[in-house]
């Protein structure tokens, strides 16, 4: 446990560093662009916290980077590298839809539930394709998965400007309204945030009570390490790395269908602005734990809202986030091997140091 | 100064953590056959790595022929006459024995293309020089490990080399390669005056082949001796720093029932080729059955196939009587099977899990390690790996480091203490000291014979012969997939070498 300890210190020291670098590499971009760092940093903050309303959005768009990142860790806990979150997602938004619509007349209690499981068999199933393609033909996944996304983005915008289209000739491509019966219930006026919030924050205890705390969590994570070991030890490895896949897709779609339920009330393109791979982001700078990436997506949705915030107040691009988010990366990525050589140098130093004084014992 | 080849001053080598070399001072001669002894971890291949250029040394100072080397570089090695021959070749294995030879100086035709006749002409000239009969047309994958060995020895002699450095030359060939090898080495040393260092832990080697050795120990050099006057247990208790105690296995009882049988076995290997073709074998209760081959005979693939890690393609696998041809290895597993892996990083252990997790992989769903059946009772399970720990020995900084962070010994103290403590009837060990220091060697042989005399049955495998001849009461020799001979009661080295090179397939 000390070596651990140790661990999250050096963790924590160096996403403290990163990310004052990165912010300072952002302060000097607008200082050439021509803008005030303090002042736009301070709408950055304002964006996020003034008012009811930047504080909803902070915690809805939360909520949608800790569940995507939190899929993508139980994809690499096992070893495999879940990049199609975001078809999984646009898939089980636009299918939880309809059938939203389809039900629109049942009661809430069917017609929820039933969204909400249509949203995670259609989502499951989308990630059951990579999955099931590298376990039994060894296709690398990242490769299916960034493909798969495509089509799936393609397949939506298809049925939302065919087949499922909005009666209203205004709208180009978006499915019709949910009945507002079916709705998430607002719980700050104004704002994205929703009672998803409180399903989103079930899913991520049990993911990460499953993950950290259950002999589950071990296999998944002895599969991750070293597949031939735990293969070896009689893990059944095939399956474990499929089901999680598929569990990964479905928690993915879910997001989807708590983004059309809670936020936009139709399928649109604007459902997902590439939110999964923020949530990706999220993860990897999480290391891939699951409660660093709880943590991170709070802190990434500040960065996220208040970058809205700060282009309405101080007329900054928001483009701003995603430069500090990129360091960030950069940072965490480099941390590693430059810490390492640094550990290295010294040891090697402290190693010529041992000699020295022996030899000088040896000579006295 | 004239007749010194290669003299180190005062030469000490650090790696983080780890002082490899400590103060080496030594004078190898001109025209000599020099040994370099030692446990492994002993710093001998440092401190060859240095001479041929691989590390600079952290003080001290390399003369090679008089010359002072300032510049450490394999490069500057070769030009001072310095030729190493690596453990693992380092051979183009589609590329011809001649091509392979006179790479990185190829004879030119006008300086830009390659003149390939040329090249045949001077490794064939090389060859017959030095006695070394290579065929130079073909592809040096298509040749056994011990002439391989030769087109590297070639190599170096292209290159001018006056010093050749062997690293662990016998450890892939068969007695009778070995032979032959030491046959060149007598040669190059008597008509080309060459000087040769071989790195070595195979004590009796020492003894036939070298005029003077020097002993290493923790990374210093504790003694050069003239081989005249030493025998395996001085150059022994000098390596380990005590007398070594052989043959104190005590190994009683007598063969019980047929717990494991193979029947005519067939598997290919990951490329697609037949490696195991048709073997049929049974071990019993009480017995130690050993496998005898040299590397790539087909012995992974079968361990793999009796084990489930790999599918068989033909035959049958019994485990008290319970036939679990092609199962997983779980389900193998829970008949009553236990499995030491060949490769203890890429399949015996995970590096980054601590060690507890590593000791309870297999068990992590017996439900005294579960509440309610699923959640981790992470106390218990440090309870139960911490007394594992103290049993097998296994020396590091406790249950909760990387697995990673152990050494090889103490690693493979691990696999073993997990497979042993399955209580398995049936046992397959596959190179169980691979890597492993001499302590830690006579505890995991105590362990498997502990295991035998409690009425396991146990398959061995490993490369090391000295092993299994002194674990094992069977032994059949395995040559290209197909069992070649069947041994009891004395083992004679001389039989099974022929035995692992198919030498005696006729009269089988």
């Known amino acids: 446990m000390e070596r651990l300890k140790k661990r999250n210190w050096g963790y924590l020291v160096s996403l403290a560093l990163s990310v004052l670098l990165a912010f300072t590499i952002g302060a000097v971009i607008l200082l050439a662009a021509g803008f005030s760092p303090l002042r736009a940093y301070g709408a950055m903050i304002d964006g996020a916290f003034s008012g009811a309303r930047h504080i909803g959005d902070w915690l809805e768009y939360a909520m949608v980077l800790c569940l995507t990142g939190l899929a993508c860790v139980l994809g690499s806990r096992v070893g495999i590298f879940n990049v199609g979150g975001e078809g999984q997602l646009l898939l089980g938004a636009i299918v939880s839809c309809q059938v939203g619509v389809w039900l629109g007349g049942s009661p809430v209690w069917i017609a929820l539930p039933a969204a909400a499981l249509a949203a995670m068999a259609v989502g499951g199933l989308y990630a059951l394709i990579p999955g099931w393609l590298k376990v039994k033909v060894k296709v690398n996944e990242v490769i299916t998965t960034i493909m798969l996304n495509t089509v799936a983005a393609s397949l939506c915008q298809y049925l939302a400007k065919g087949p499922w289209k909005n009666a209203n000739k205004n709208m180009v491509a978006a499915t019709a309204q949910l009945d507002p019966r079916l709705w998430f219930h607002s719980l700050i006026p104004g704002s994205n945030l929703s009672t998803a919030i409180i399903a989103a924050a079930a899913i991520t205890v049990l993911t990460w009570y499953v993950m950290q705390k259950t002999s589950t969590g071990y296999e998944m994570k002895l599969t991750g390490q070293n597949p031939r070991f735990a293969f070896f030890s009689g893990i059944k490895t095939d399956r474990l790395v499929i089901v999680c896949m598929v569990i990964s897709g479905a928690m993915c779609g879910l997001v989807g269908m708590f983004r059309v339920y809670g936020v936009e009330h139709l399928y649109r393109s604007s459902i997902s602005n590439q939110y999964y791979f923020e949530g990706l982001t999220v993860a990897m700078i999480a290391g891939y734990e699951p409660v660093t990436v709880i943590f991170l997506s709070f802190f990434f949705a500040i960065l996220k809202i208040g970058a809205q915030g700060m282009e309405l107040t101080a007329g900054v691009p928001n483009q701003i986030y995603l430069i500090i988010q990129t360091v960030i990366i950069f940072c965490m990525a480099a941390e590693s091997g430059v810490f390492s050589s640094l550990r290295a140098g010294s040891q090697r130093k402290k190693a010529r140091a041992d000699i020295r004084r022996k030899e000088g014992r040896d000579h006295a | 100064m004239a007749d010194t080849a290669v003299r180190f001053e005062h030469v000490s080598m650090a790696f983080p953590g780890v002082l490899a070399n400590d103060d080496v001072t030594l004078d190898i001669r001109r025209g000599e056959v020099f040994a370099l002894v030692g446990e492994n971890g002993a710093g001998k291949s440092t401190l060859m790595n240095i001479l041929y250029g691989i590390h600079a040394p952290t003080d001290g100072q390399v003369f090679i022929g008089g010359t002072e080397v300032t510049d450490f570089n394999p490069r500057t090695a070769i030009g001072l006459g310095v030729g190493m021959v690596h453990q ?419 009269a089988v």
């Open chain 2, 88 to 506: 693992h070749f380092m051979l183009v294995p589609s590329f011809t024995a001649a091509e392979n030879i006179v790479l990185s100086r190829e004879p030119r035709k006008g300086r830009i293309f390659f003149d390939s006749a040329a090249a045949r002409r001077k490794a064939s000239a090389l060859a017959e020089e030095y006695g070394l009969e290579v065929d130079p047309d073909v592809p040096v994958g298509q040749l056994s490990v011990g002439l391989q060995q030769r087109v590297e020895i070639l190599k170096t002699l292209y290159r001018g080399a006056e010093i050749l450095i062997l690293d662990e030359p016998t450890a892939v060939l068969t007695p009778q390669e070995t032979e032959e090898l030491f046959a060149v080495i007598r040669r190059v040393v008597r008509e080309k005056h060459m000087t040769v260092i071989i790195i070595t832990h195979k004590l009796y080697e020492v003894l036939a082949i070298s005029d003077r050795v020097g002993v290493m120990r923790k990374g210093q050099l504790v003694g050069v001796r003239d081989t005249a006057d030493v025998d395996e247990q001085t150059l022994a208790s000098m390596m380990v720093g005590r007398p070594m105690l052989y043959d104190t296995l005590e190994k009683t009882g007598v063969p019980g029932r047929e717990l494991l049988r193979i029947e005519d076995l067939s598997v290919r290997d990951s490329r697609g080729l037949p490696a195991v073709r048709g073997v049929s074998l049974s071990v019993r209760a009480g017995e130690v059955l050993g496998i005898a081959a040299v590397e790539g005979n087909g012995q992974s693939e079968l361990i793999e196939a009796i084990t489930g890690m790999r599918r068989p393609e033909s035959g049958r696998v019994w485990l008290q009587d319970r036939d679990v041809t092609g199962l997983d290895p779980g389900a193998i597993r829970a008949a009553g099977l236990a499995h030491v892996p060949e490769d203890r990083l890429a399949t015996g252990v995970s590096a980054q899990a601590s060690v507890a997790d590593n000791l309870l992989a297999g068990r992590q769903r017996e439900a005294r390690f579960n509440r309610f059946g699923f959640h981790r009772r992470v106390s218990t399970v440090e309870r139960y790996a911490s007394e594992l720990y103290e049993r097998f020995d296994i020396r590091g900084a406790g249950v909760r480091t990387a697995a990673g962070d152990l050494s090889g010994g103490n690693m493979q103290k691990v696999v073993i203490a997990r497979e042993f403590s399955f209580d398995a009837p049936v046992l397959i060990v596959a190179q169980p000291t691979r890597g492993v220091d001499v302590g830690a060697i006579e505890f995991i042989h105590s362990q498997i014979i502990a295991k035998r005399n409690q009425g396991c049955a146990i398959l061995l495998c490993s490369a090391d012969l000295d092993e299994v001849f002194r674990l094992s009461d069977r032994i059949v020799t395995l040559y290209e997939g197909q069992i070649t001979g069947q041994y009891t009661g004395v083992f004679s080295k001389d039989e099974i070498g022929l035995g692992m090179t198919g030498g005696n397939r006729e």
